[in-house]
């Protein structure tokens, strides 16, 4: 599956190093299905976005996931794609920049004509660059919380709840953020999502951030003298405070690392299953248990 990473450093913007894929010879471990594109997106204390994605169509694209990205910013965005949906291009690597918000997805949502029919009638179609039903949910999210006067809240609500009630879904785990706050969605139980409520320093071994999976890695040694709120795909270090969002959890982080949580969707409708998948799309949701030759 994608693996998903955010970090909310509060008002102030910190530095933070990423390796967005951790090892050099990850990409040359044939027991796994190799990633297929990678990005990191930050948003400075002015709010303007920096972001910076490739696809990995080849492995002489290995020196951009492997090298280290230094960032400075209040919040942070990582996704590592496995695709189920688009080819591997830039247009479909995640994260994806709208209307200054940053976004990453894990999972699947099918249905994508009538996806397509209600961004036609919201005028968002613009929105959509690449062929992902991530980005499609993404410019739902965004045309909802136009319409909601700009609160994102609202907007990502009804966006979930419209695709609930509308789309056949495997899995719809969320990474959104601006430069103050940051949301989190883990729908249903399919895949996991994990949230670190940091303090200075931490409760582990590690005073400055060292979180590392098998995917992502980020460093930060101002963290050992500042809190910070993490949100990834997998527990990321030995900190005892990390917990598992719960089913259908949409956590967000506001501008002073306070949160608030709250579980505002039904079950699917249309929950498909892993038998109801293709080869290609079965492995991207679970690439450790697939070959190359499946990929």
Same mark, same amino acid.
């Given at each position: 599956?994608?693996?998903?990473?955010?970090?909310?450093?509060?008002?102030?913007?910190?530095?933070?190093?990423?390796?967005?894929?951790?090892?050099?010879?990850?990409?040359?471990?044939?027991?796994?299905?190799?990633? @297929?594109?990678?990005?990191?997106?930050?948003?400075?204390?002015?709010?303007?976005?920096?972001?910076?994605?490739?696809?990995?169509?080849?492995?002489?694209?290995?020196?951009?996931?492997?090298?280290?990205?230094?960032?400075?910013?209040?919040?942070?965005?990582?996704?590592?794609?496995?695709?189920?949906?688009?080819?591997?291009?830039?247009?479909? =690597?995640?994260?994806?920049?709208?209307?200054?918000?940053?976004?990453?997805?894990?999972?699947?949502?099918?249905?994508?004509?009538?996806?397509?029919?209600?961004?036609?009638?919201?005028?968002?179609?613009?929105?959509?660059?690449?062929?992902?039903?991530?980005?499609?949910?993404?410019?739902?999210?965004?045309?909802?919380?136009?319409?909601?006067?700009?609160?994102?809240?609202?907007?990502?609500?009804?966006?979930?709840?419209?695709?609930?009630?509308?789309?056949?879904?495997?899995?719809?785990?969320?990474?959104?953020?601006?430069?103050?706050?940051?949301?989190?969605?883990?729908?249903?139980?399919?895949?996991?999502?994990?949230?670190?409520?940091?303090?200075?320093?931490?409760?582990? =071994?590690?005073?400055?951030?060292?979180?590392?999976?098998?995917?992502?890695?980020?460093?930060?040694?101002?963290?050992?003298?500042?809190?910070?709120?993490?949100?990834?795909?997998?527990?990321?270090?030995?900190?005892?405070?990390?917990?598992?969002?719960?089913?259908?959890?949409?956590?967000?982080?506001?501008?002073?690392?306070?949160?608030?949580?709250?579980?505002?969707?039904?079950?699917?409708?249309?929950?498909?299953?892993?038998? @109801?998948?293709?080869?290609?799309?079965?492995?991207?949701?679970?690439?450790?248990?697939?070959?190359?030759?499946?990929?």
């Amino acid at each position: 599956m994608c693996r998903l990473f955010g970090l909310h450093a509060g008002a102030q913007a910190v530095p933070a190093t990423f390796w967005l894929i951790d090892a050099p010879d990850s990409l040359s471990d044939q027991s796994h299905r190799n990633p @297929d594109g990678a990005g990191i997106g930050s948003f400075g204390v002015d709010g303007r976005p920096t972001l910076t994605k490739q696809p990995i169509a080849a492995w002489q694209d290995a020196q951009f996931v492997t090298a280290a990205h230094q960032l400075r910013g209040t919040t942070f965005t990582a996704h590592v794609r496995y695709a189920s949906t688009g080819g591997l291009t830039e247009a479909n =690597t995640h994260p994806f920049l709208q209307a200054g918000r940053l976004f990453a997805h894990n999972g699947v949502v099918a249905g994508l004509p009538d996806l397509d029919a209600r961004l036609a009638e919201l005028g968002a179609t613009e929105l959509v660059h690449g062929q992902t039903d991530s980005e499609r949910v993404f410019a739902l999210i965004t045309a909802e919380t136009a319409v909601c006067d700009g609160d994102v809240t609202a907007g990502l609500i009804g966006a979930i709840n419209w695709v609930v009630d509308n789309l056949p879904l495997y899995a719809l785990n969320i990474v959104l953020s601006t430069a103050t706050d940051l949301w989190a969605l883990r729908y249903p139980a399919t895949h996991e999502l994990h949230v670190l409520a940091r303090p200075a320093g931490g409760t582990g =071994t590690h005073r400055h951030l060292d979180a590392r999976s098998m995917r992502i890695r980020a460093r930060s040694a101002e963290l050992a003298d500042s809190p910070a709120v993490i949100v990834a795909t997998e527990q990321m270090d030995d900190d005892p405070g990390w917990r598992l969002l719960g089913d259908g959890e949409l956590l967000h982080v506001r501008s002073d690392l306070s949160t608030v949580s709250r579980a505002p969707f039904p079950a699917p409708r249309h929950q498909l299953t892993l038998a @109801d998948l293709d080869a290609t799309v079965a492995a991207s949701q679970h690439p450790a248990a697939a070959s190359p030759s499946g990929a």
